[in-house]
């Protein structure tokens, strides 16, 4: 039950900072303190739901997933859309591109780790989540850097396109 509570404390903490001084409370509005409380139960609500279950209906997930969940949006994704909006850059100001839809296949059993991967290839720079295969999960992603032999929809390897994000997914929702 750590987890949740966390994610929503931290949920509360961020709202309160992106809106502060809009209020006469000490620097926020009564309106603005109760929304950030709402908020941030439904976030807490949320990260409880999308975490995978035992059979007697309790996360099983230790401390470690949910640590490795809180640290993802800061650390391997921020740093790879950093990466991506240089390579995008260079490939934009140099003409070397070679745009593509390659298919990557992650091997996630569950829904939720196929769309996390799907929205973390779609925010980052040079790609984008086209389809998912239903029966197999895996994703058809446009790349605007396609390797030397990966074109024409073969398995390429998810380094390539995602970097440590497959990983990182497959550890916290599978």
Known sequence: MLGPIAASIIALVTYLTLTAGSGKVIVWSPVEMAVGVVLSALTGYVYLRS???????????????????LIYPIYPFFFAMMKANLDVAYRVITMNIRPGIVRISPGYKRDASVTALANSITLTPGTLSVDVDDETNDLFVHWINVKEGDEKYPVCKSEHVCGSFAEWIRRIFE
């Open 51 to 69: 975490m995978p279950m035992s059979e007697d209906r309790k996360p099983s997930a230790g401390a470690g997933r949910y640590f490795r969940a």
